[in-house]
């Protein structure tokens, strides 16, 4: 299994909006409707943010968001602020009961 | 709500077994919600699923480790082990122990991590 596709980096001034896509396979992201992506600051662990491509856990602040078309999920930071600056994740289902990380992106807040 | 804490050696020379330890508190290991997990992410590097065991003893692993990977579970003490077999230096990583419920399809939580080298 290959790990999910995802750009290096991505940046947005605050209050502004940054998406960051995540792309894999029909054996994965477009097979399944388990996408998760991770939040993680220097040194820490990561924090989940985004489970089952779109729903937010008790405590995400709704300016995350996430969808998926096909074999691509994305991540949506609206309304950045200073705390987003950090490197994400994406996670996807890969069948028999394997999983998959994407490749990381930093965002960065100018 | 359930807190997870790895331990182990933080310097393992090559072609040795890497073996770490996560400790499980505030929940119980042997719930079928469930499966406990190994994930690690060499510096600088992305996050890479080593694998996961079920209460039951089921065990599923990433295809790329699975020769060398050993995954188990102590319930009488609240731990789950990680045996990562002759290792290189490419096994250099910080390891963290979570928790995957498969009632929401997340990895949540996440113990604090280890590095662990691999070196000479």
């Known amino acids: 299994q290959s790990a999910l596709t995802q750009p290096p980096s991505a940046s947005g001034s605050p209050g502004q909006s940054v998406t960051i896509s995540c792309t894999g396979t029909?054996?994965?992201?477009?097979?399944?409707?388990?996408v998760s992506w991770y939040q993680q600051h220097p040194g820490k662990a990561p924090k989940l943010m985004i489970y089952e491509v779109s729903k937010r856990p008790s405590g995400v602040p709704d300016r995350f968001s996430g969808s998926k078309s096909g074999n691509t999920a994305s991540l949506t930071v609206s309304g950045l602020q200073a705390e987003d600056e950090a490197d994400y994740y994406c996670?996807?289902?890969?069948?028999?009961?394997?999983?998959?990380f994407g490749t990381g992106t930093k965002v960065t807040v100018l | 709500q359930v807190q997870l804490q790895e331990s182990g050696p933080g310097l393992v020379k090559p072609s040795q077994t890497l073996s770490l330890t996560c400790t499980v508190s505030g929940g119980s290991i042997s719930s079928g919600d469930y499966y406990w997990t190994w994930i690690r992410q060499p510096p600088g590097k992305g996050l890479e699923w080593i694998g996961y065991i079920y209460y039951s003893g089921s065990t599923y692993y990433n295809p790329s480790l699975k020769s060398r990977v050993t995954i188990s579970l102590d319930t009488s003490k609240s731990q789950f082990s990680l045996k990562l077999s002759s290792v290189t230096a490419a096994d250099t990583a910080v390891y963290y122990c979570?928790?995957?419920?498969?009632?929401?399809?997340?990895?949540?939580?996440w113990g604090q991590g280890t590095l662990v080298t691999v070196s000479s």
């Open positions: 029909s054996s994965d992201v477009g097979g399944y409707n388990y």
């Open positions: 979570a928790s995957f419920n498969w009632n929401y399809n997340w990895f949540d939580p």
């Open positions: 996670s996807s289902y890969a069948g028999s009961n394997h999983y998959v």
